[in-house]
């Protein structure tokens, strides 16, 4: 019998498809992102893995089972690297790593916060299609990337064996946890993974086309 997880990513196939093959990872894999695009990216991505650490933490506030709350606390230390790399990035590229959120990048991060006040499988579910399409968007990028790309590192990041391995440890805690969920819970963490994921599409579309508040 397939996994919930993994039924979760085959009832999204299309927008999987579509995420790897979105100019802005296109661009990224063959390093020809304009720089007002990766400047997008790096301030509105810094932004995310900042407030993720929050919908993280209100996660762990519920009490998780221990093997899933040590990978939450991995999750959080590798955040605070992560969010350092990016104002690292945005210095070696002469602009300033702070920068408001744009209408997605909040939209995207106040739904995961909101999922996980909802509840642990809400919150998991949300953040599981986070990580995994990132995982997944990225090793398809890593297919298509020059070792000399200028954005090797980032793509490193997101499609090597220690992100790899969480992602997959994750799963695992989330199968276990959610179990054979009843019908009607599998069509409620159905709808939040898909609304995460296209929350995931929409903020690649946001770097992509410089998508700010308008006026
Ligand atoms: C991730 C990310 C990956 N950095 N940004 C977005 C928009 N989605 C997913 O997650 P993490 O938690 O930074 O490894």
Redesign the pocket.
Known sequence: MTVFTEQLVEANRNVWATMARHPFVLGLADGTLPDSTLRAWVQ??RI??IE?RRGVATLRAHGLPSRLDDLLAD?DR??VV?AEAFTRTAADHGFAAEAEPWPV?LG?TSYLRCAAYDGVLEGLTALYA??R??LDTWTAAAERSPADSPYHGWIQ??SGEP?RAFVAAFGRGLDELAGAPSPNLADRLGLVFAGAVRF?LA?WEMCWSGQAWPG
């Open positions: 509105q991505d995310f893995v993720e999750l590798s955040l992560e990048c995207y986070a990580e399409a990132y990041n997101w992100f995931e903020f």
